[in-house]
Every structure is written in structure tokens, then in C-alpha cells.
């Protein structure tokens, strides 16, 4: 055994180890780059496993499954795993000191590793459990209170429109302008905008312009709010189990400590209505490749709507949620188009397996001043 693995409470004398590390927190022992490397070297086992974890339906309401490196960590703790690993095949003795009682019970089962006693797991579990059932309860509320607002902008809607689907941006005015579009509703007065349901009621309202821009929660229906309560990504028993299964099972109870599956799930029921009830032309979105995505561009054939990815932020070689790699149906949920914002964005996303028929350089109209070709 070459590492010895204990939690902060239960630390062993310091001369019974050469070197050590904290894992989740920052120390001169570790170079920040090499956790940088080793989590490019977890990369493609993340979106395997992101791959394997969406065929289960509730994967469609959590982050680590799409691989999303914005949000969620789990990538990050198979690159402290993989760092583990090579610590236990070195000759000197490491400490590492864990003190997440996930992380630490997926690490002890790692060859070269003693571990000492575990954090405590029950306690965790239950307080993410009822942070979780406070969290949807609150999140019901408020939504019940957003379609009651909203609702009546349902009138508003215009059948087969070519429509921008957005966020409630600060910088998005009234009169047309967008904060990932630019100026385009200015120039193209056909186009209509329909907001994310992350925008609540005042800036929805204060962007509506007559009818031009509207919410999606008009599309919700009150049956939909209690089930919402319950609403949280449930692995399948197989992934709680496998090699990664302590890993896995951290993601759910960190990710089912939130409402975030309630409110991905109520973005999905209004999408899909809405799609079905107008049937635009066409949709354009600052695409991202996120769960709440996928299930956007499988409702969209199946209304046989056209679909725009238009790349939302920089795409670096952590950005994993870009990549189909890990969409259980592969290229059958990434948008008919995407537009990239230069030539290095659409390098990389060939890189990842995304065709190049229909992946286009559509410049950075969220950025102003930029000269038009």
C-alpha cells in the first residue's frame, strides 16, 4: 500500500507518510495543471459513462450525465481518482486526506489504497434528501405563480414563425435587440423570441413588446406541478454498482439536493407544447448540448421543426457537454444546424464527432461592434 486514505477528523501522525494531498481543496503539494491533465485523460470515460447513464430516462433532468463541465463536478472527481491511482503506484508513501464520504468510499476501493474509517454517509444523504424536498416545494410554488402570470400570453403566439429561443439576458431589450442574437429581431421583423423558463415574470412581461417575445410557462398546465415534487434524476441500480457507482451516486444525491430536475422537467412539458401547438418554421437557440436540449431537437422532428444551434460559449477542450459522445441517440438530438462562432469552435467540434454538412461559422452576434462580411 503506497497511499493511505483518511478524512480530516481521523488524521494519522505526520511521520508515517512523505507527502500528501487534500482532495477539494487547493495546496502547493498538487499542481493545478496536473489536475488539468488528468482530467483530459478522464475525458472520453466520462462521456462513455454519461453515454451509458442517459438510458435511463430521469438522466434527462441532471447535468452529469450530459457531461456538462459548468455544473456538474463528476468529471473532476474521476480525475482526482485517476491522480490517486498513480499516487498508490509510487514507492512513497502519500496521505490523502477526503473528507467527502463518496469520493472517499470510491477511492477505497482503488488497488494501492488503506483507508482509515469513512466520513459519516447517512447524514449527507439525508440532509441533500430534504434540501431536495424543500427546494421542489418552493420550486412548485413559484411555478404555479409564473403560469398564473403568464399564461395569458399564450394568445400572442403566431403558427410556423421562425422563432429565437432564449434566455431572459439583462442586456435584451423590448424593441428587438438580444442578448445572443444582437440585432437580429431589429433586422428580420418577422422573427418572434420565446423565453426559457429560467426568466420570471417581470423581465418576461417587460420583454412581451405586444406579443413579439413570450414566455414559455404559458404553455404549462397545472397537472404538471405536483408530480414535479418528485421529479429528480434515479440512476439505474447497474450504474450505483459498477466501478464508478460510489461516483455516480454522489452526482444523483448532489444533483437531487436541488429543484433542477423539477424545473428541467417543466421546461421540457412546455417546449414540448409548444412546439406541437405552433409548429414554427424554424428554431434558433444558444446551444449548449444540454439535457433540456436534447429533449428540445427529438421534440422538434418529431413536430418537424427545423433546428439551429447557434454555440453559446467558448468551447474549450474541457467543454464535454458539446460533444455527442455522450447523447444516448448520438447525432439523432443535436440540432439540424449549428453555427459556430469562428473557425478554431468549428475545428473542435469536428473534433468530437459532430458532421460537418450543416455545421457553419455564423460569427459572434452577441458581441457588438463586429464587422459584417
Given at each position: 500500500m503506497t497511499v493511505i486514505l483518511h478524512?480530516?477528523?481521523?488524521?494519522?501522525?505526520?511521520?508515517?507518510?512523505g507527502k500528501w494531498l487534500s482532495i477539494g481543496a487547493a495546496t502547493d503539494h498538487l499542481d493545478p495543471a496536473r489536475l488539468e491533465k488528468?482530467?483530459?485523460?478522464?475525458?472520453?470515460?466520462?462521456?462513455?459513462?454519461?453515454?451509458?447513464?442517459?438510458?435511463?430516462?430521469?438522466?434527462?433532468?441532471?447535468?452529469?450525465p450530459s457531461c456538462a463541465t459548468n455544473i456538474s463536478d463528476l468529471g473532476v472527481m474521476k480525475a482526482w481518482s485517476l491522480i490517486v491511482q498513480e499516487e498508490a503506484s509510487k514507492p512513497e508513501l502519500c496521505l490523502v486526506v477526503c473528507n467527502d464520504p463518496w469520493m472517499f468510499r470510491h477511492l477505497s476501493q482503488l488497488d494501492g489504497v488503506d483507508a482509515g474509517k469513512p466520513p459519516p454517509l447517512?447524514?449527507?444523504?439525508?440532509?441533500?434528501?430534504?434540501?431536495?424536498?424543500?427546494?421542489?416545494?418552493?420550486?412548485?410554488?413559484?411555478?404555479?405563480?409564473?403560469?398564473?402570470?403568464?399564461?395569458?400570453?399564450?394568445?400572442?403566439?403566431?403558427?410556423?414563425?421562425?422563432?429565437?429561443?432564449?434566455?431572459?439576458?439583462?442586456t435584451s431589450t423590448a424593441e428587438g435587440q438580444d442578448g445572443y442574437f444582437g440585432a437580429l429581431m431589429t433586422k428580420m421583423a418577422d422573427v418572434r423570441r420565446i423565453l426559457h423558463v429560467d426568466c420570471d415574470i417581470n423581465r418576461a412581461r417587460e420583454l412581451e413588446a405586444g406579443g413579439?417575445?413570450?414566455?414559455?410557462?404559458?404553455?404549462g398546465r397545472l397537472r404538471d406541478i405536483p408530480g414535479l415534487l418528485f421529479t429528480r434524476w434515479r440512476p439505474a441500480p447497474e450504474h450505483l454498482t459498477a466501478a464508478d457507482g460510489w461516483l455516480v451516486r454522489r452526482a444523483a444525491c448532489k444533483e437531487g439536493g436541488t429543484a433542477q430536475g423539477a424545473m428541467i422537467a417543466w421546461q421540457q412539458k412546455c417546449?414540448?407544447?409548444?412546439?406541437?401547438?405552433?409548429?414554427?418554421?424554424?428554431?434558433?437557440?444558444?446551444?449548449?448540448n444540454h439535457s433540456w436540449e436534447r429533449d428540445f431537437v427529438r421534440a422538434a422532428r418529431?413536430?418537424?421543426?427545423?433546428?439551429?444551434?447557434?454555440?453559446?460559449?467558448?468551447?474549450?477542450?474541457?467543454?464535454?457537454?458539446?460533444?455527442?459522445?455522450?447523447?444516448?441517440?448520438?447525432?439523432?438530438?443535436?440540432?439540424?444546424?449549428?453555427?459556430?462562432?469562428?473557425?478554431?469552435?468549428?475545428?473542435?467540434?469536428?473534433?468530437?464527432?459532430?458532421?460537418?454538412?450543416?455545421?457553419?461559422?455564423?460569427?459572434?452576434?452577441?458581441?457588438p461592434g463586429i464587422k459584417e462580411l
Open positions: 478524512h480530516g477528523g481521523d488524521l494519522p501522525p505526520k511521520d508515517t507518510y488528468s482530467f483530459d485523460a478522464v475525458a472520453t470515460s466520462w462521456l462513455e459513462l454519461g453515454r451509458l447513464l442517459g438510458g435511463v430516462a430521469s438522466a434527462s433532468l441532471a447535468h452529469a447517512t447524514l449527507a444523504e439525508t440532509k441533500l434528501f430534504l434540501r431536495g424536498v424543500m427546494a421542489r416545494i418552493k420550486c412548485a410554488f413559484g411555478l404555479f405563480r409564473k403560469y398564473i402570470a403568464l399564461r395569458g400570453q399564450k394568445k400572442y403566439a403566431v403558427p410556423g414563425a421562425e422563432v429565437l429561443l432564449v434566455y431572459g439576458h439583462p413579439r417575445t413570450l414566455s414559455l410557462h404559458a404553455w417546449q414540448r407544447r409548444w412546439l406541437a401547438e405552433t409548429k414554427p418554421r424554424v428554431v434558433a437557440w444558444p446551444w449548449e418529431a413536430a418537424g421543426v427545423r433546428t439551429i444551434g447557434y454555440q453559446h460559449s467558448v468551447i474549450g477542450p474541457q467543454m464535454l457537454n458539446y460533444s455527442p459522445a455522450s447523447n444516448p441517440d448520438g447525432r439523432a438530438s443535436i440540432p439540424d444546424h449549428v453555427l459556430c462562432t469562428g473557425r478554431a469552435t468549428r475545428e473542435q467540434l469536428l473534433d468530437w464527432g459532430l458532421p460537418a454538412q450543416g455545421l457553419e461559422i455564423g460569427g459572434a452576434l452577441r458581441i
